[in-house]
C-alpha cells in the first residue's frame, strides 16, 4: 500500500464549486504539507500542518482552506473554485529530517 | 523566510556527468535535500545533506557546503531515464518546528 494516498486522483469542476481535495498517510509523521505545481513555477507551499492542533499558511494560502481531521489526515478546500486554481497539487509528510514523501497528486481542472 | 535557485534547465549526453547547483537562503537550517520529479509523477527523495561534504549514493551524490548557502547534486553514467525534474528543498525551523521548502527545480534533458 502506499504510504500517502490522495483522492480523488483527477478533478474537473466548474468556476464557483466548492472541492476537497483529501490526503491519508500512513508514515506516522506529524508534519502535513500541501503543494500546488504549475508548470514551470515548481513546488508552491499552500498550507502545511505540524501537528493535529497547528496549521499554517505557506506562500500561496489565499482562496484556499485546509483541515487537520487526525495525524494521518489532511484535506484541502476550494471555497469557491476559479480557472487559476487549476494545477496539479500534491499533499506531503516528513519526518524530523526533512525527508519529504509525496503522494501521487491530483490534476484538477477548473472550467 | 526560506528562499532557493537553482538553474530552470540543463541539457547533457548520455554517459557524461551532470552538475545541478542550488543556493539558499534561510534564517535557520537543518538540511538541504534533493528530489527527483518525472512528468506527470509524484517528487521522489534522492538525497540529503546536514552536514558540509559530499554524499554519494549510486550515480548520484550530493554536496553541501553550509558556510557558502551552497549544494549541488551531481550525477554520473547519465542515463536517458534521468531525463526529469530535480528540485532541491532545505529544511529550517518555523515557529518551532521544522518546515521544508522547495526550489522551482531544474529540468535535466539527457540526450543521446
Known amino acids: 500500500d502506499a504510504d500517502v494516498t490522495q483522492t480523488p486522483r483527477n478533478r474537473i469542476t466548474k468556476t464557483g464549486k466548492r472541492i476537497m481535495l483529501e490526503c491519508s498517510q500512513t508514515?506516522?509523521?506529524?508534519?502535513m504539507y500541501w503543494y500546488r505545481q504549475d508548470p514551470g513555477l515548481g513546488l508552491r507551499l499552500i498550507y502545511y500542518?505540524?501537528?493535529?492542533?497547528?496549521?499554517n499558511k505557506g506562500e500561496i494560502s489565499d482562496g484556499y482552506s485546509v483541515s487537520r481531521q487526525a495525524q494521518a489526515k489532511f484535506s484541502l478546500s476550494l471555497e469557491s473554485a476559479i480557472p487559476n486554481q487549476t494545477a496539479l497539487y500534491f499533499c506531503?509528510?516528513?519526518?524530523?529530517?526533512?525527508?519529504?514523501?509525496f503522494g501521487p497528486g491530483t490534476r484538477l481542472t477548473v472550467t | 523566510g526560506q528562499s532557493l535557485e537553482q538553474p530552470s534547465e540543463v541539457t547533457a549526453v548520455e554517459g557524461a556527468i551532470v552538475q545541478i547547483n542550488c543556493t539558499y537562503q534561510?534564517?535557520?537550517?537543518?538540511?538541504l535535500s534533493w528530489y527527483q520529479q518525472h512528468d506527470g509523477g509524484a517528487p521522489t527523495f534522492l538525497s540529503y545533506?546536514?552536514?558540509?561534504g559530499l554524499e554519494e549514493t549510486g550515480r548520484f551524490s550530493s554536496f553541501l557546503s553550509r558556510s557558502d548557502s551552497y549544494g549541488y547534486l551531481l550525477l554520473q553514467e547519465l542515463q536517458m531515464k534521468d531525463s526529469a525534474s530535480y528540485f532541491c528543498?532545505?529544511?529550517?525551523?518555523?515557529?518551532?518546528?521544522?518546515?521544508?521548502?522547495f526550489g522551482t527545480g531544474t529540468k535535466l534533458q539527457v540526450i543521446p
Open positions: 545533506n546536514a552536514l558540509d
Open positions: 500542518s505540524f501537528d493535529v492542533k497547528d496549521i
Open positions: 506531503a509528510t516528513s519526518d524530523r529530517t526533512g525527508y519529504a514523501y
Open positions: 528543498a532545505v529544511s529550517g525551523p518555523s515557529g518551532g518546528y521544522q518546515k521544508v521548502t
Open positions: 534561510t534564517s535557520g537550517f537543518y538540511g
Open positions: 508514515k506516522g509523521h506529524d508534519r
